[in-house]
């Protein structure tokens, strides 16, 4: 076995940092080894690896740690060169990459913000104000108008959006809150469904399910902490 093949991935199965990182290795046909951290009873592991954040993602290659999960893509883009290209190559595509991919990373956390926020209402129109300039953003992607990716490769960008909006179905069950409006975010939602399709991304977006379980007792919690 090759230096290359040793690579573990400590996550936790409903982050979206941690899928950025998942889906970035899958799509690279990288063999990695997950190990599922438990984040209420941080690993040696964690402490070792992250000592400054104590966080996941933490990718472990040839037994040095890389963390954050855009400085992790990128590492892996420029370390496994054999596999689809994240990241474009030109300069200027690339700054462009990078820019939308702090924007949607901006967006999704607004929209985290919600399930938290005392004021769910402001929260919400602050979400869907950042998300109506990333929907007219991304057209710049798709000049066409169409998002399909039957004829490319995945890319940064597509991993980011999907991780960011491929759960919005769950999240809405559970917090009875309309994310992907088909009125207003017709590019964005046709894209995020269109990656939903690929067996990849089945095999790697969390169980609805289980999602919605999880994020009810969140809800649950954050409602309790918020009761005067």
């Not at 979206?16 to 190990?35: M, N, Q, S």
């Not at 490319?152 to 980011?160: A, E, H, M, P």
């Not at 994310?179 to 977006?205: G, H, R, Y």
């Amino acid at each position: 076995m090759g230096e290359e093949n040793k690579v573990t991935l400590h996550g936790m199965w409903l982050s979206p940092y941690v899928k950025r990182v998942e889906l970035a290795l899958k799509v690279k046909g990288i063999p990695f080894e997950y190990i599922e951290e438990d984040l209420s009873n941080k690993s040696p592991l964690i402490l070792k690896y992250n000592p400054i954040h104590k966080k996941v993602p933490i990718l472990v290659h040839n037994g040095k740690p890389v963390n954050e999960s855009f400085v992790i893509v990128e590492y892996i883009d420029e370390t496994w060169k054999n596999g689809p290209q994240l990241l474009p190559e030109d300069p200027y595509e690339r700054s462009k990459v990078r820019f939308w991919a702090a924007y949607i990373q901006q967006v999704m956390e607004c929209m985290l913000n919600i399930f938290t926020a005392e004021d769910q209402k402001k929260a919400c129109k602050e979400f869907h104000q950042k998300f109506s300039v990333l929907e007219d953003g991304m057209k710049t992607f798709f000049p066409g108008g169409n998002p399909k990716i039957e004829n490319r490769n995945i890319g940064l960008v597509d991993i980011w959006i999907v991780v960011a909006f491929g759960m919005c179905k769950a999240q809405e069950e559970a917090f009875g809150v309309n994310f992907l409006d088909p009125e207003k975010a017709p590019l964005i939602l046709s894209w995020v469904n269109s990656l939903l399709e690929l067996p990849l991304l089945k095999e790697t977006v969390p169980n609805h399910d289980k999602a919605v379980s999880f994020l009810r007792v969140l809800k649950e919690r954050s409602t309790n902490g918020q009761a005067h």
